[in-house]
């Protein structure tokens, strides 16, 4: 294992809350603050983990600088199929970032050209509060964000911005949001000292877990639970036990919460699985076993991994920052863990095959999910528990359930031919249909809105008509 911190990957000094690697392990985002804004850079991952490639001035350390937000940034993700680039803020504010072609400049009045140019194709309001956290479904058909208005918003990314359903139950803060791998629930974690499990199907509560959270304290900026790949178990962050902070592991077969992750000596902040179930031969028996890897940050300053095969935690990193860790990344199918930190700094650590395990083919995990579900890799609309029938009070869910499932690209694509059935081969984009050539669809028409003032003259109010979507339009700015 190798620990790289690299000195320029930085936020002009300030903190950093969020990071993500980008599916096909060649970038990166980050989120936090900037000057006098909320700010979001996308860096290049190679002069991360390659020196030759740092020291080669042609090589781009930022590829785009987004300075949009005009508070704090909390949460950066991908969408799976790598397209898009959402983040969320302490202005309410959910921005959808898309890539277009040509590079782009810096923000208002900056002379630097960046290498790429992402800019804001959709913003989504309806929180009434900071969005502190954010993450979207298994086959990028939602986005789950939540807020410190209490409430957890399910949004179309089919449609930007239809709101699906606003889920109402917690009574605190809501810290923490992740999307269950199957596709059949949602989990949140609340300041409340509780953790919600939300159906899918109807987005209705299905469970409340509050044991291992009653004597929590609301000590956390964040609280960042994750689902392991297989769907099996689903880690909080800060829980305790016996009066020492844990990571607290809820398995779904009975929401049985009597085990979990402990030797941080302060509350656990992010946990974070490495997006593909990994296997290795065993070394006592010689056979083959599958696990799971999962990444655990702390207001201590320390970072653990532990594999679910290990009873002890692979690695334990003490004083890895000056700060608290707020967010932790794996890249997909690789050895590659980021994490940030509220001093401003960003780490990397490399790992090795021999330590890690190496990941499953997608035909292997598809193998597993059908001996655990009975199907294969579950699609998000896919919900529909076998022999029951669901009547769908929300018109734009009964819409979204009859509609072919597609994967959201803000992009216009047209349906694949039908060809004879085959197994996937690995890749991050086997579940993504290809991207239409055609020209996209008109947009629909908007009114102007027309008052009448008391002297009987018209008023217009101005509406904002945002650029087409077009990937090849020119790069004029990072927004």
């Known amino acids: 294992m190798k620990i790289l911190q690299p000195d320029w990957v930085t936020h002009d000094d300030k903190s950093i809350f969020s990071i993500d690697i980008h599916p096909n392990g060649d970038k990166f985002a980050t989120g936090g603050q900037g000057n006098d804004s909320g700010r979001v850079v996308i860096w290049n991952l190679k002069p991360v983990i390659n020196e030759e490639a740092e020291k080669d001035k042609n090589v781009p350390r930022i590829l785009c600088q987004m300075d949009n937000h005009l508070a704090c940034v909390n949460c950066v993700r ?17 921005m959808i970032w898309k890539k277009s072609a040509g590079g782009g400049m810096g923000s208002f009045g900056s002379t630097v050209k960046f290498a790429e140019h992402w800019r804001c ?9 900071d969005v502190l ?23 179309d990314a089919k449609e930007f911005p239809q709101i699906l359903q606003v889920m109402k139950g917690h009574t605190g803060l809501v810290k923490g949001v992740t999307w269950d791998p199957v596709g059949k629930f949602i989990a949140s974690q609340s300041d409340d000292k509780t953790l919600k499990i939300w159906k899918t199907h109807d987005f209705s509560l299905y469970k409340t877990i509050t044991e291992p959270f009653e004597e929590c304290g609301g000590t956390t900026h964040i609280l960042r639970l ?5 769907g099996q178990y689903l880690v909080s962050a800060h829980a305790m036990n016996g009066g020492g902070p844990t990571a607290q592991i809820i398995e779904r077969d009975g929401w049985k919460c009597d085990k979990d992750f402990v030797g941080h000596r302060k509350a656990v902040t992010c946990v974070r699985f490495h997006n593909s179930i990994m296997k290795r031969t065993a070394p006592k028996t010689n056979k083959s076993q599958q696990y799971c890897c999962l ?11 532990w594999l679910t095969a290990l009873q ?9 920052f000056q700060d608290s860790i707020l967010d932790l990344s794996w890249s997909h199918n690789g050895y590659i863990l980021l994490a940030c930190s509220g001093d401003g700094k960003v780490s990397c650590l490399q790992f090795s095959a021999e330590e890690l395990g190496t990941p499953l083919s997608e035909d292997e995990k598809n193998s597993l999910y059908q001996r655990m579900y009975g199907k294969d890799r579950i699609t998000d609309l896919a919900l529909i528990e076998p022999g029951k029938e669901l ?6 869910l009964f819409k979204a359930m009859q509609e072919k499932l597609t994967a959201p690209t803000l992009i216009p694509q047209s349906a694949a031919p039908a060809t004879p059935a085959k197994a996937p081969e690995p890749g991050p984009s086997v ?9 996209p669809p008109q947009r629909k028409i908007m009114k102007q809105i027309e008052t009448k003032t008391a002297d009987g003259k018209r008023r217009i109010t101005p509406m904002f008509i945002p650029l087409n979507d077009d990937v090849g339009e020119p790069a004029v700015g990072s927004s």
């Open 78 to 94: 991908w969408s799976g199929n790598g397209q898009m680039l959402a983040s969320c803020a302490d202005d309410r504010l959910i």
């Open 121 to 129: 194709a959709a913003t989504l309001r309806g929180h009434a509060g």
């Open 133 to 155: 956290d954010l993450a979207w479904s298994p086959a990028d058909v939602f986005i789950a964000s939540c807020s410190v208005d209490n409430t957890v918003i399910i949004w």
């Open 226 to 230: 994750s689902w392991s790949p297989d």
């Open 295 to 305: 990444a655990v940050g702390a207001r201590d300053k320390s970072l653990s991994v």
């Open 312 to 320: 002890r935690p692979l690695v334990v990193i003490h004083d890895l």
């Open 391 to 396: 009547i769908i009070e929300n018109p734009y």
């Open 431 to 439: 579940f993504h249909p290809a991207i239409s050539q055609d020209s």
